[in-house]
């Protein structure tokens, strides 16, 4: 029967968190080839996410060519590749919140995977 939290390294963390940081982690791939501007960029995604919603980030990402990292957020979300501001468009306004809220969360596990897979030359700061 799964515990309510887990201890890691004198950590606790709920064991949601956990499950969102393997799923994150399957994306490893992805993360470790990206570039230090969107390294960077990762570090406040989940505040803009917060800030400005799921489908104003998404467009965003859409627009400045993020790619990539558009691509790993759409597979954690379950949100269609190919067109990710019509899907979201067509989702509920529970759906919508219940994705914004599980994006913020990936995000951030984004930012801290994304972080510390970037190459040992740019992570001097």
Excluded at 54 to 72: E, H, N, P
Aim: charged share 30%.
């Amino acid at each position: 029967m799964p515990t309510e939290h887990t201890d890691i390294g004198g950590m606790i963390l709920p064991s949601k968190s956990i499950e969102r940081a393997r799923k994150v982690l399957e994306f490893r791939g992805e993360l470790t080839g990206l570039n230090k501007t969107d390294v960077n960029f990762l570090k406040g995604l989940p505040a803009m996410i917060m800030q400005n919603g799921l489908g104003q980030t998404v467009a965003f990402l859409k627009v400045k060519s993020k790619d990539s990292i558009l691509c790993v957020l759409c597979k954690l979300l379950d949100i269609e590749i190919g067109d990710p501001i019509t899907a979201i468009l067509r989702l509920d306004v529970q759906e919508y919140c219940k994705k914004q809220r599980e994006a913020i969360e990936c995000a951030a596990w984004m930012k801290e995977f994304g972080l510390a897979f970037r190459p040992p030359a740019e992570k001097t700061e």
